[in-house]
């Protein structure tokens, strides 16, 4: 049997609308359905889909970011869908998350020595200030960025070297399990192919476990073993990387692969008219 | 035949004395009536900075140092504002990239696109009222009398960027600049708004130059490229011999570099550092000569 590290079963998530009136209960709107996945240690699952199919939700449940309102979550063997966050604590060491943008979860105020090593400070892992830059130092050279970023500020770093350093604060706890939500995404594809020839480096070094968010098949492919896509919330297909891509079964993943531009000429594609509804309303944004 | 855009040895700095930025070196480029020019590179290549020094609107700390700019073979750069301002939105549209910033949120869409017409073309409201519907179901919107009503925020990100299709096309112009107009949709909308872009090209017969960062969406829209990197031009041609034969480095590398979801994993080759530290450096032996001739 293969061990399995992270395994969803029925997850759902809703979040309450805004009431339209005073006294009637809000109605939910259910951004994650039914959700079942099952992630191998050690290995890399893409998860796919448009803006507004719940793919960034799914993986905050699975970090436990969000708290699922139905189904269940294991962890290594444990139900961790429903505990607290005094239980999930002790947890959170082994379970991180990378960010679409890491200036964000990069304070603009530390220099990489102290921002890289602030989660192992939260768990009182760091034995004083010269343990601090042995562990930053470690942490940079891991990421493959230069010593002397040791005492950088984030905004002095450019698109790809700040995504290394996110990648660095996530791997600082030494954590079995990550989820990387659209991590490069804003970058250019010369900054974009390194960053995810690190994440490959890394995975294979350190035994990592992934899920791969992303809304771009083609980052997929690159980096994944398996992939499940998603449309309103709900999977609609998934298995082995080369066998979705290669014999799509369900009608959207068709379309999500005929949509991609490769970069070959191809006078029929632009006259192809399939025409697929485009939603009138706005919808919910991812 | 006179091209509808030329572009010849084009200089723009932006900043002042010893803070001044080089960030464009020397480009040149035609488009021909009707022709679909991707003018391709990364963040920094200067690409949006060239489509706005076409239109006239560079930011108000950048300035052309060298260069001209012709259309229909008019100086254009150099035209009088006022000239020139009725050139822009009837003869030269803009389709920028973020279709939620470049509506105004107060205003209907109707009146939003009734206002180009109104101003260039002297239709009376209810007249540019009426060919604002007619733009819409041009666009493939489905009952546009009530999106007319609507605000932008009432509409998802790819109607929204619709209506500025519709509306660069509103005064049939000879040249439109699209600026990334679909970096932000997802790919299935991305797909339908460049079907419609080369529906409404070929009935309205405009030249586009389409500046993109997706060597995908070159391939699939235009029939010639140029590739920029730090304010340079470093290969134009047929989009089909660029793609399959590339002849610069530069443009080799970035095709190794992006990834393809029909193609296994190990493909993948990042832009060498070395290759694009060459490049830097030959664009400040540029910008050195260019001091040194100017002293």
């Known amino acids: ?286 | 035949m006179t091209a509808v855009l030329s572009v010849q040895g084009l200089h723009v700095t932006i900043g002042q004395g010893t803070m001044a930025a080089n960030v464009l070196r020397g480009v040149s480029l035609e488009v021909q009536p009707g022709e679909v020019r991707g003018l391709v590179g990364e963040s920094g290549a200067g690409k949006s900075m060239l489509g706005r020094a076409v239109l006239g609107l560079l930011p108000a700390n950048a300035r052309i140092d060298s260069g001209t700019i012709e259309f229909e073979g008019r100086d254009f750069s150099g035209m009088p504002e006022r000239e020139r301002r009725g050139l822009l939105g009837r003869r030269i549209a803009l389709i920028p990239q973020d279709p939620m910033t470049s509506l105004n949120p107060v205003k209907r869409v109707g009146a939003q696109i009734a206002m180009v017409l109104r101003h260039h073309l002297a239709l009376s409201r209810r007249q540019a009222l009426q060919r604002a519907a007619e733009l819409l179901a041009e666009v493939a919107i489905r009952d546009p009398r009530r999106v007319l009503d609507l605000y932008p925020h009432e509409i998802s990100g790819g109607m929204r960027q619709r209506v500025l299709i519709a509306t660069a096309f509103a005064c049939d112009p000879s040249l439109i600049i699209a600026d990334e107009p679909t970096t932000a949709l997802d790919v299935t909308v991305q797909r339908q708004v460049l079907q419609l872009v080369e529906r409404l090209r070929q009935r309205h017969g405009a030249a586009i130059l389409f500046v993109t960062h997706d060597l995908g969406v070159v391939a699939k829209l235009c029939r010639t490229v140029s590739v920029l990197h730090a304010g340079r031009v470093l290969e134009e041609g047929a989009t089909a011999e660029v793609l399959t034969k590339p002849r610069h480095p530069y443009t080799r590398a970035l095709l190794a570099a992006t990834p393809r979801a029909d193609r296994p994993a190990d493909s993948l080759r990042p832009v060498p550092p070395e290759l694009i530290e060459s490049l830097w450096a030959e664009a400040h032996r540029i910008d050195r000569l260019a001091v040194a001739e100017r002293a």
């Not at chain 1, 698109?159 to 991590?183: H, K, N, S, T």
């Open chain 1, 1 to 286: 049997m293969t061990d399995i590290l992270v395994r969803a079963g029925s997850l759902s998530f809703a979040y309450p609308e805004r009431a339209s009136t005073l006294f009637r209960r809000p109605a939910l709107r259910e951004v994650v359905k039914h959700v079942d996945l099952a992630v191998p240690r050690g290995s890399v699952l893409g998860l796919v889909g448009e803006s507004g199919s719940g793919k960034t939700t799914l993986g905050r449940l699975l970090v436990r970011l969000l708290q699922p309102t139905s189904g269940g979550i294991q962890f290594d063997g444990v139900e961790i869908g429903d505990l607290g966050e005094a239980e999930l604590r002790p947890l959170r060491a082994r379970i991180q998350m990378i960010f679409q943008d890491p200036q964000s979860s990069l304070n603009p105020r530390l220099r990489l020595a102290v921002a890289l090593t602030r989660p192992l400070q939260v768990f009182g892992r760091l034995k004083g200030r010269r343990d601090q830059r042995d562990r930053a130092a470690e942490l940079l050279d891991l990421v493959g960025l230069a010593p002397h970023f040791i005492d950088r500020y984030p905004h002095e770093l450019s698109g790809g070297q700040r995504q290394r350093a996110g990648i660095a604060r996530a791997l600082a706890l030494q954590p079995d399990f990550i989820v990387a939500d659209e991590i490069v995404s804003g970058l250019d594809v010369s900054t974009q192919a390194h960053i995810l020839l690190l994440i490959r480096e890394l995975r294979r070094r350190l035994g990592l476990t992934l899920v791969f968010i992303s809304h771009d098949l083609s980052v997929i492919r690159v980096l994944c073993d398996d992939v499940a896509i998603l449309q309103h919330g709900e999977i609609v297909e998934s298995g082995p990387v080369a066998k979705i891509f290669e014999r799509p079964q369900h009608a959207y993943t068709r379309d999500l692969l005929s949509a991609i531009p490769l970069p070959d000429v191809e006078p029929g594609w632009l006259t192809d008219q399939r025409e697929v509804s485009v939603p009138h309303q706005q919808g919910s944004a991812a």
